[in-house]
């Protein structure tokens, strides 16, 4: 478990110890535990999928018992991603990591384990939001049989057919709502100050994160080249040294020992970026891609409201003639007029939930944000001054026997 993982599992115990907390020991007080555990790859070629074990502890009277162990795959948990962004507006939902299409990258240990805990990390976002934990969609993801999950999947999810289709609704609203705030479509649009700075904000952070992240690959890809090439340099010079058979060949075999034990730990000190460093960056740029998503409902529920504002004004007007003119189609008017109204009146109670729940949710997400970054970043630094510790040391211990052999 890394870092982050962890400071999330001990900010999620402090944030619910008053009303519901997962991970918590106590019998008394509400809590909810969830674990992804145990990939194991199923099936063969294009059929392949990796499945896992997700564990459940909690004493909340809704939940079947006190354990419950299940088994899901990647798909599940887009159905539990896919069902919540329908039916929670202005909530941020948990971002999901991305599907690899690459067959090679697919089934490898270290991709495999980047997704274990990004799926760990996506349901404890959820069973820790004091909203999203009560979701019937959470107790069933975490309860059901495999083969209730399987009809679940299959189903219609009110205007999303299957999966995939939401996946490409999330893309296009994202791709919409960017669209609106470059200024490439004008439409109805919200004026408030409050609201252009978060849209302001929320691009420009996707903009930044998304640049660290792309570094702090580079920097993964550098540490193992660098640890490779030390690797082959230090068989070089083994090789070398052996050819010697004197101080200077016992000095070179020194070398090349050192070049393969720091290479080892540049290797080691890579895939602690990137499972500490880079892959939080990863998971905060698609937090904010879920966050755009939020804010395009937003675009699209304050829409629909002004629409319905007007068609009603001009639908009373309309009444009002036909009431002068004592129409004998009053009562069929009178009756869509205030279908239209109660249509109206709800658009906006729908577009006020939203905007509250999102001033809500903005503020959470940056104090979670400032905490998990100021995690991930103590870490990296953590462990750029372990290896530049390690590699000074190395090449010290070197010194006197090299001079030893350059004085003789």
């Known amino acids: 478990m890394n870092p982050l993982q962890q400071h999330h599992q001990r900010s999620v115990v402090a944030a619910a110890a008053s009303s519901q907390s997962p991970r918590s020991p106590s ?15 199923l099936g063969n070629g294009v059929q392949a999928y990796i499945s896992y074990r997700v564990i459940t502890k909690t004493n909340f009277p809704e939940y079947q018992g006190p354990e419950k162990i299940v088994i899901r795959r990647y798909s599940d948990f887009v159905w539990l991603r896919d069902r919540l962004f329908e039916k929670y507006k202005g909530i941020f ?11 090679k990258f697919r ?26 934990q009560q979701s019937e969609d959470l107790r069933l993801f975490l309860q059901a049989e495999e083969e209730t999950m399987e009809r679940l999947r299959a189903q219609e999810t ?17 791709s919409k709502v960017s669209d609106v705030v470059l200024g490439k479509e004008k439409p109805v649009e919200e004026s408030d100050p409050d609201y252009e700075k978060l849209k302001h904000y929320i691009f420009d952070l996707e903009n930044h994160l998304a640049e660290a992240q792309k570094h702090a690959y580079r920097l993964v890809k550098r540490h193992r080249e660098l640890g490779q090439s030390l ?59 879920s966050i755009k998503a939020t804010i395009a409902e937003r675009a ?27 129409s004998e189609k009053l009562a069929e008017a009178e009756r869509e007029y205030n279908e239209l109204k109660a249509e109206s009146e709800h658009a906006t109670k729908t577009f006020e939930s939203i905007v509250r729940l999102m001033n809500e949710e903005i503020g959470r997400f940056q104090e979670q944000k400032t905490l998990d970054m100021g995690i991930a970043f103590h870490e990296f630094a953590k462990g750029q001054a372990r290896l530049a510790n390690d590699i000074a040391g ?11 052999c350059s004085a003789a």
């Open 27 to 41: 019998s008394s007080t509400p809590f909810l535990s969830v674990s992804v555990t145990d990939p194991v790859k």
């Open 93 to 103: 939902i948990p971002p999901l990591p991305e599907k690899s299409a690459v067959e």
């Open 107 to 132: 089934f490898s240990a270290e991709f495999i384990e980047m997704r274990r805990q990004a799926l760990d990390l996506f349901v404890n976002r959820i069973a820790s939001h004091h909203e999203l």
């Open 158 to 174: 009110g205007i999303f057919k299957k999966p995939s289709d939401l996946m490409q609704i999330f893309k296009d609203v994202q």
């Open 231 to 289: 690797s082959d340099f230090g068989k070089a010079v083994k090789l070398l040294g052996a050819s010697e058979g004197n101080s200077l060949g016992k000095a070179f075999s020194e070398l090349g020992i050192k070049s393969e034990i720091l290479s080892t730990k540049l290797q080691k000190e890579a895939h602690q970026i990137l499972m500490n460093f880079e892959e939080p960056l990863k998971d905060y740029v698609r937090a904010v891609q």
């Open 300 to 326: 699209n529920a304050f829409r629909k409201q002004c629409q319905l504002a007007e068609t009603v004004k001009l639908k009373e007007i309309e009444l009002e003639r036909q009431r002068l003119h004592r």
């Open 394 to 404: 190395a090449w010290r211990s070197l010194l006197p026997k090299l001079e030893a």
